[in-house]
Protein backbone atom coordinates (compact mmCIF):
# COMPACT_ATOMS: atom_id res chain seq x y z
CA UNK A 1 0.00 0.00 0.00
CA UNK A 2 1.54 3.07 -0.95
CA UNK A 3 0.99 5.99 1.71
CA UNK A 4 1.77 9.73 1.67
CA UNK A 5 1.44 10.60 5.50
CA UNK A 6 1.42 14.35 7.57
CA UNK A 7 1.57 16.09 10.20
CA UNK A 8 0.73 20.14 10.77
CA UNK A 9 -1.18 19.38 14.15
CA UNK A 10 1.57 21.15 16.83
CA UNK A 11 5.26 22.23 16.82
CA UNK A 12 6.70 20.49 14.00
CA UNK A 13 5.89 20.01 10.16
CA UNK A 14 6.57 16.35 9.15
CA UNK A 15 5.98 14.38 5.56
CA UNK A 16 6.78 10.41 4.90
CA UNK A 17 5.96 8.50 1.39
CA UNK A 18 5.92 5.08 1.92
CA UNK A 19 5.14 1.96 0.27
CA UNK A 20 3.95 -0.65 2.86
CA UNK A 21 6.23 -0.01 6.00
CA UNK A 22 9.05 0.78 3.40
CA UNK A 23 9.95 4.53 3.85
CA UNK A 24 10.60 6.12 0.66
CA UNK A 25 10.85 9.65 1.53
CA UNK A 26 10.96 11.86 4.69
CA UNK A 27 11.29 15.12 6.35
CA UNK A 28 10.57 16.47 9.66
CA UNK A 29 11.58 20.50 10.53
CA UNK A 30 10.17 21.14 14.16
CA UNK A 31 8.44 24.55 13.60
CA UNK A 32 6.02 26.75 16.11
CA UNK A 33 4.19 28.18 12.56
CA UNK A 34 4.77 28.76 8.79
CA UNK A 35 3.03 25.53 8.33
CA UNK A 36 0.93 26.83 5.78
CA UNK A 37 4.30 27.56 3.49
CA UNK A 38 6.18 24.58 4.57
CA UNK A 39 3.70 22.05 4.21
CA UNK A 40 2.96 21.86 0.46
CA UNK A 41 6.78 22.24 -1.10
CA UNK A 42 7.81 19.41 1.59
CA UNK A 43 5.02 17.60 0.47
CA UNK A 44 5.93 18.00 -3.20
CA UNK A 45 9.83 17.34 -2.54
CA UNK A 46 9.25 13.86 -0.80
CA UNK A 47 7.20 12.76 -3.23
CA UNK A 48 9.58 13.62 -5.95
CA UNK A 49 12.01 11.56 -3.88
CA UNK A 50 10.30 8.66 -4.15
CA UNK A 51 9.80 9.01 -7.32
CA UNK A 52 5.86 8.58 -6.66
CA UNK A 53 2.67 11.22 -8.61
CA UNK A 54 -0.76 11.47 -6.55
CA UNK A 55 -2.66 9.19 -8.45
CA UNK A 56 0.12 6.45 -7.59
CA UNK A 57 -0.93 6.19 -4.00
CA UNK A 58 -3.51 4.24 -2.06
CA UNK A 59 -4.16 6.19 0.91
CA UNK A 60 -3.37 9.55 2.39
CA UNK A 61 -3.15 10.01 6.47
CA UNK A 62 -2.87 13.00 7.91
CA UNK A 63 -3.31 14.17 12.03
CA UNK A 64 -6.37 15.75 13.54
CA UNK A 65 -5.58 16.92 16.86
CA UNK A 66 -5.40 17.80 19.48
CA UNK A 67 -3.35 20.39 18.79
CA UNK A 68 -3.23 24.22 17.17
CA UNK A 69 -6.18 25.56 15.63
CA UNK A 70 -4.35 26.57 12.67
CA UNK A 71 -1.98 23.64 12.15
CA UNK A 72 -4.91 21.82 12.28
CA UNK A 73 -6.64 23.54 9.60
CA UNK A 74 -3.70 23.55 7.45
CA UNK A 75 -2.87 19.21 7.61
CA UNK A 76 -6.65 18.63 7.09
CA UNK A 77 -7.09 21.11 4.51
CA UNK A 78 -3.92 19.87 2.38
CA UNK A 79 -5.07 16.15 2.98
CA UNK A 80 -8.79 17.10 1.45
CA UNK A 81 -7.42 18.56 -1.20
CA UNK A 82 -5.08 16.05 -2.50
CA UNK A 83 -7.45 13.49 -2.06
CA UNK A 84 -10.08 15.19 -4.23
CA UNK A 85 -8.26 16.00 -6.71
CA UNK A 86 -6.19 12.51 -7.28
CA UNK A 87 -9.39 10.69 -6.12
CA UNK A 88 -7.44 9.01 -3.19
CA UNK A 89 -8.98 7.67 0.44
CA UNK A 90 -7.75 9.99 3.15
CA UNK A 91 -8.01 8.52 6.89
CA UNK A 92 -6.79 10.79 10.37
CA UNK A 93 -4.63 9.50 12.96
CA UNK A 94 -4.88 11.40 16.40
CA UNK A 95 -1.63 13.26 17.51
CA UNK A 96 -1.52 11.39 20.58
CA UNK A 97 -1.66 7.92 19.00
CA UNK A 98 0.84 9.22 16.87
CA UNK A 99 3.12 9.74 19.83
CA UNK A 100 2.03 6.51 21.82
CA UNK A 101 3.32 4.51 18.10
CA UNK A 102 6.71 5.75 18.27
CA UNK A 103 7.46 4.17 21.76
CA UNK A 104 9.39 1.04 21.04
CA UNK A 105 7.68 -1.97 22.24
CA UNK A 106 10.69 -2.95 24.51
CA UNK A 107 10.91 0.45 25.95
CA UNK A 108 7.59 -0.23 27.41
CA UNK A 109 8.16 -3.56 29.10
CA UNK A 110 4.64 -4.48 29.50
CA UNK A 111 3.50 -1.16 30.86
CA UNK A 112 0.68 1.17 29.48
CA UNK A 113 1.98 4.30 27.23
CA UNK A 114 0.43 7.85 28.16
CA UNK A 115 0.44 10.31 25.65
CA UNK A 116 0.78 13.63 26.54
CA UNK A 117 1.13 17.15 25.07
CA UNK A 118 1.26 20.92 26.69
CA UNK A 119 -2.53 22.04 26.12
CA UNK A 120 -1.26 25.65 28.12
CA UNK A 121 -4.19 27.10 30.18
CA UNK A 122 -2.54 24.95 33.31
CA UNK A 123 -4.02 21.60 31.20
CA UNK A 124 -2.53 18.30 29.29
CA UNK A 125 -4.08 16.26 26.35
CA UNK A 126 -3.90 13.12 27.49
CA UNK A 127 -4.64 9.62 26.70
CA UNK A 128 -3.06 6.15 27.66
CA UNK A 129 -2.61 2.97 25.16
CA UNK A 130 -1.47 -0.44 25.37
CA UNK A 131 1.31 -1.94 22.77
CA UNK A 132 0.43 -5.18 21.58
CA UNK A 133 3.62 -7.00 21.09
CA UNK A 134 3.20 -9.09 18.11
CA UNK A 135 3.05 -5.91 15.83
CA UNK A 136 2.79 -2.13 15.53
CA UNK A 137 -0.52 -1.78 16.37
CA UNK A 138 -1.65 0.29 19.85
CA UNK A 139 -4.83 0.22 21.67
CA UNK A 140 -6.48 2.96 23.67
CA UNK A 141 -7.17 2.20 27.32
CA UNK A 142 -9.40 5.57 27.35
CA UNK A 143 -10.67 8.48 25.20
CA UNK A 144 -8.57 11.39 24.74
CA UNK A 145 -9.07 14.52 27.21
CA UNK A 146 -7.96 17.81 28.30
CA UNK A 147 -7.56 17.97 32.44
CA UNK A 148 -6.35 19.49 34.42
CA UNK A 149 -2.09 18.90 34.94
CA UNK A 150 -2.41 18.43 38.33
CA UNK A 151 -5.91 15.99 38.28
CA UNK A 152 -3.83 14.44 34.95
CA UNK A 153 -2.24 11.26 36.25
CA UNK A 154 -4.61 10.36 39.14
CA UNK A 155 -7.46 10.80 36.41
CA UNK A 156 -5.96 8.00 34.51
CA UNK A 157 -6.06 5.38 37.22
CA UNK A 158 -3.00 3.67 36.11
CA UNK A 159 -0.49 2.42 38.27
CA UNK A 160 2.47 2.18 35.45
CA UNK A 161 3.27 2.95 32.30
CA UNK A 162 5.79 5.14 30.04
CA UNK A 163 5.22 8.52 29.35
CA UNK A 164 5.96 10.38 26.02
CA UNK A 165 5.41 14.08 24.96
CA UNK A 166 5.24 17.06 25.51
CA UNK A 167 2.91 17.19 28.79
CA UNK A 168 5.09 14.61 30.52
CA UNK A 169 7.81 17.11 31.69
CA UNK A 170 4.84 19.31 33.46
CA UNK A 171 3.22 15.85 34.89
CA UNK A 172 7.25 15.31 36.11
CA UNK A 173 7.10 18.68 37.99
CA UNK A 174 3.87 18.10 39.94
CA UNK A 175 3.93 17.47 43.58
CA UNK A 176 3.82 13.75 44.43
CA UNK A 177 4.72 12.45 40.91
CA UNK A 178 6.41 8.92 41.07
CA UNK A 179 9.62 8.21 39.00
CA UNK A 180 9.40 4.94 39.70
CA UNK A 181 5.96 4.20 38.09
CA UNK A 182 5.78 6.87 35.99
CA UNK A 183 9.22 6.29 33.38
CA UNK A 184 9.79 9.59 30.96
CA UNK A 185 11.01 8.44 27.87
CA UNK A 186 13.42 10.49 25.36
CA UNK A 187 11.64 10.86 22.57
CA UNK A 188 10.48 13.85 20.01
CA UNK A 189 7.91 15.84 21.69
CA UNK A 190 5.57 16.16 18.07
CA UNK A 191 4.10 13.47 16.20
CA UNK A 192 6.21 12.03 13.30
CA UNK A 193 4.71 11.36 10.16
CA UNK A 194 6.96 8.31 9.62
CA UNK A 195 4.66 6.74 12.87
CA UNK A 196 1.27 7.91 10.92
CA UNK A 197 2.69 5.65 8.35
CA UNK A 198 2.94 3.06 10.45
CA UNK A 199 -0.61 3.19 12.04
CA UNK A 200 -2.18 4.36 8.11
CA UNK A 201 -0.65 0.74 6.96
CA UNK A 202 -2.24 -1.33 10.12
CA UNK A 203 -5.80 0.10 9.79
CA UNK A 204 -6.06 0.33 6.06
CA UNK A 205 -8.73 2.13 3.83
CA UNK A 206 -11.62 3.46 4.95
CA UNK A 207 -15.19 2.18 4.27
CA UNK A 208 -16.46 3.61 1.48
CA UNK A 209 -18.31 6.39 1.43
CA UNK A 210 -16.81 7.00 5.35
CA UNK A 211 -16.49 10.94 5.45
CA UNK A 212 -13.55 12.80 5.41
CA UNK A 213 -11.38 13.25 8.93
CA UNK A 214 -12.54 15.84 11.12
CA UNK A 215 -10.76 18.15 13.19
CA UNK A 216 -10.80 16.08 16.99
CA UNK A 217 -11.06 19.82 19.36
CA UNK A 218 -11.36 18.87 23.11
CA UNK A 219 -12.00 22.23 24.54
CA UNK A 220 -12.46 25.75 23.19
CA UNK A 221 -9.39 27.81 21.55
CA UNK A 222 -7.12 29.99 23.51
CA UNK A 223 -7.33 33.77 22.37
CA UNK A 224 -5.20 35.31 20.09
CA UNK A 225 -1.62 35.45 21.90
CA UNK A 226 0.16 38.87 21.84
CA UNK A 227 2.64 38.61 18.69
CA UNK A 228 0.48 36.33 16.13
CA UNK A 229 0.95 33.06 18.27
CA UNK A 230 -1.56 30.65 17.08
CA UNK A 231 -4.53 29.79 19.41
CA UNK A 232 -3.96 26.10 20.83
CA UNK A 233 -7.51 23.64 19.82
CA UNK A 234 -8.84 22.53 22.56
Known amino acids: MKILAF ?8 VAVADGNNILAHDHENR ?3 HAEALLPMIEAQMKSAAMIYKDLDLIAVTVGPGTF ?14 VAAKKPVIGITTLEALAAAVPVLATKGRAIIATADA ?3 EVYIQAFNRLQKDEEISPIDAPAAIKTEQALASLDIETAVLVGSGARLLE ?3 GFDAEAYKILNLPDDPDAVDLVRLAAVRGLPA ?7 PLYLRAPDAKL ?3 KDPVAN
Not at 209 to 214: C, F, M, Q, V
Open 173 to 175: NMP
Open 226 to 228: PGG
Open 120 to 122: RRG
Open 70 to 83: TGLRIGLAAARGIA
Open 208 to 214: PYAPPPA
Open 7 to 14: DTALNACS
Open 32 to 34: RRG
